[in-house]
């Protein structure tokens, strides 16, 4: 409209919003790598951070932290199959996702699948540009791995607490892919 009146800056400032948001939006069908003791990374981004966490739940000590940048896909999905067993959402300050400090004290969700193996926590955590944190399921809904389960709106992170004793199959750096990438893996039997 604004092209056609005569306003061609306005048209491409019009056009890269509109081509940046549908980018941003995009969400594409995907399946998970490995079997169902293939863990996969909930969220799009590079690998942060993979350590020891104070705030790490019992039974899995490090906390592997990717950050999305308002470049990546920002639908989440399930790391693993099970049962949502806790959700907590907790408001806090929008602190740059990539500073440590985000995972304690940034606006975030923290999920907890329950599984055969043991349960898995992870969490969606707001950004400096994040303006809201989505969940869609609720506790006791059986979640299967790869499946959508939110989105945080522009550059943001997500934290998984990787159970102890499973692999890491991914080192700081590495880009993943949600619901695609397997980021750590069961012990065999576990």
């Known amino acids: 409209m604004a092209a056609l009146t005569g306003h ?13 948001l549908l980018q941003f939006f995009r969400d594409p069908e995907r399946r998970p790598q490995g079997g169902e003791d293939t863990i996969v990374s909930p ?10 966490a104070t705030e790490s ?15 990546n896909c920002h639908v989440n999905r399930a790391p ?3 049962r949502l067993g806790d959700y907590v959402y907790v408001r ?25 193996a043991g349960p ?16 869609y399921p609720r506790v006791g809904d059986t979640l299967v791995r790869g499946q959508r389960i939110g989105m945080i709106r522009f550059g943001s992170r997500c934290d998984l607490f990787v159970p102890d004793g499973a692999e890491v199959l991914v ?20």
Do not use: C
């Not at 969220?43 to 020891?52: K, W």
């Not at 739940?57 to 470049?71: D, N, Y």
């Open 57 to 71: 739940p019992a039974g899995a000590r490090r906390r592997l932290s990717i950050f999305m940048s308002v470049f």
């Open 8 to 20: 061609p800056l306005a048209a491409g400032v019009f056009l890269g919003a509109t081509l940046f």
């Open 80 to 82: 693993v199959s099970g």
């Open 92 to 116: 806090g300050s929008k602190r740059v996702a990539y500073h440590d400090k985000a995972s304690l004290e940034n606006e975030q969700n923290r999920i907890t699948l329950v599984t055969a």
């Open 171 to 190: 080192k700081i750096g590495d880009k993943v892919k949600a619901g695609l990438t397997g980021i750590a893996r069961w012990p065999r039997g576990g």
């Open 120 to 135: 898995v926590t992870f969490k969606q955590i707001a950004g400096a540009l994040a303006r809201r944190v989505v969940f």
């Open 43 to 52: 969220a799009d981004g590079t690998v942060l951070s993979i350590g020891d």
